[in-house]
């Protein structure tokens, strides 16, 4: 099975129409067209006659797209992004499997009338509540179309009625818990952090590469990106470096000999190389050639957008 890379993901609310025209020029593995925060009752109608247009520019550059549906209005808010350009929905507020199982249902039906592959759309399930970090594990097995899932920390600490602080995290066990079963499923736990809720000033590079690289270490395979300038750096604490790479090379050639020479380890740098080490070597090589993979993928769509990309297409009036 191929590997999932989507490190970041960035999110852009459906009516602010200048940021959805420029989302595809910003180099994120995924771009998300937020349908539910920031969009009033009234202009929802509005906002989702242009939503499938939107939803093909963001993937322009070729960042996999997402739309951010209204719990309450799965059925409407997919219907209005579904096309070729479109991923999947992200879910939030899920607090039980039947919620997940529902929008299942929904997806499939919208796939049999607008011609879409079966099954192909995902569902990405957002933890909102303390009910569905204790309910995690039903969620991410109620289908198979969740590859992801996250945690929205803002969303958990206003239904928990907690302060986020830099000086206490008090998420520590919701994380651990949301990495250890999505793991465990063959989900993809991604992190939702706000930095921006717990600092202040501008948040450097060198501060959310450090963000990005303490999530990674946690266990996330991605993170959320709530402003442009996050996702250099989380892109580049979900890649692996050039010296790791060098360095889990010459650890395969290193076991490679012994295994020649009749020994399953052999030291190498200070350490015994054994098969769990080979084993983890091969993991990292083959994520650092995915990540090339996908970013020369993207770079080839973000040529010919530029090439052919018509600034005056309207998305949202």
């Known amino acids: 099975m191929s590997i999932l890379v989507r490190r970041s993901n960035l999110v852009v609310p459906a009516v602010q129409s200048r940021m959805v025209v420029r989302s595809w020029t910003r180099h994120a593995d995924a771009v998300t067209v937020d349908l ?6 009234a ?4 906002v989702r006659e242009t939503l499938r247009q939107s939803v093909a520019l963001a993937g322009k ?4 797209v997402f739309v951010r549906v209204n719990a309450d209005f799965v059925y409407a808010d997919s219907n209005a992004a579904i096309g070729p350009a479109l991923t999947g929905i992200v879910l939030p507020g899920v607090e ?4 997940v199982a529902e929008a299942d249902a929904i997806l ?6 607008h011609g879409v592959t079966r099954g192909s759309l995902e569902i990405t399930p957002s933890i909102e509540t303390a009910a569905g970090i204790w309910h995690i594990r039903e969620i991410i097995t109620a289908s198979p179309r969740v590859r992801q899932v996250g945690i929205d920390e803002a969303a958990l600490a206003a239904s928990l009625g907690i302060t986020q602080s830099s000086e206490h995290d008090a998420f520590v066990f919701a994380r651990g818990r949301l990495c250890i079963e999505a793991t465990a499923a063959g989900v993809q736990p991604i992190a939702v952090a706000d930095p921006m809720g717990v600092q202040t000033g501008q948040i450097s590079h060198e ?3 450090q963000i990005a690289t303490d999530s990674r270490n946690l266990g996330f395979k991605g993170m959320v990106c709530g402003h442009p300038s996050w996702i250099d750096p989380v892109n580049e604490a979900y890649t692996p470096t050039e010296s790791l790479v060098d360095y889990y090379t010459q650890v ?3 076991f490679a000999q012994a295994l020649a020479a009749g020994t399953a380890a052999a030291p190498f740098a200070g350490r015994m190389i054994d098969v769990p080490v080979d084993e983890w070597a091969k993991d990292v090589l083959a994520m650092s050639a995915a990540c090339a993979a996908r970013d020369a993928e993207k770079q080839a769509a973000l040529a010919a957008a530029e090439a052919s990309f018509d600034s005056s297409i309207p998305v949202i009036g």
């Open 61 to 64: 550059g070729g960042a996999q």
């Open 96 to 99: 039980a499997a039947d919620q």
């Open 36 to 41: 539910q925060d920031g969009t009033p009752a």
């Open 207 to 209: 501060t959310m590469t």
């Open 252 to 254: 395969r050639e290193v």
């Open 108 to 113: 499939a039906d919208l796939e049999k009338i």
């Open 43 to 46: 202009e929802l109608a509005r």
